[in-house]
């Protein structure tokens, strides 16, 4: 069993900052990505975000040079820095994991959500 706890959602003005962090920890042998997905009320989960074991990056066009994905192999966590907020990147953000479990096979965990408001 794999669990995922993300942190740092919340609210905050146009323009303002946070940071959003995940945790997993289980059955992990070895992770592949690790991702950031927002979802918006009435709108499809998209992916925002996503970074390789390897470091390789990823992002959303709309979030490109506005938000930042790291990760901390040794502690298997994945943060998410989000800069210069707007009231449109108000959602429900995922943090996924992949990977492969104790047996070898791939698999994938998802978080609970964190929910971010941003105010005009």
């Known amino acids: 069993q794999v669990q995922l706890v993300e942190s740092g959602g919340g609210l905050v003005q146009a323009g303002g900052s946070l940071r959003l962090s995940c945790a997993a920890s289980?059955?992990?042998?070895?992770?592949?990505?690790m991702d950031w997905y927002r979802q918006a009320p009435g709108k499809q989960r998209e992916l925002v975000a996503g970074i390789t074991s390897g470091g390789d990056t990823n992002y959303a066009d709309s979030v490109k040079g506005r938000f930042t994905i790291s990760r901390d192999n040794a502690k298997n966590m994945v943060y998410l820095q989000m800069n210069s907020l707007k009231p449109g990147n108000r959602a429900n953000y995922y943090c996924r994991l992949g990977f492969r479990d104790r047996w070898g096979s791939r698999s994938e965990s998802w978080g609970e959500g964190s929910q971010v408001t941003v105010s005009s």
């Open positions: 289980g059955s992990i042998l070895s992770i592949n990505s």
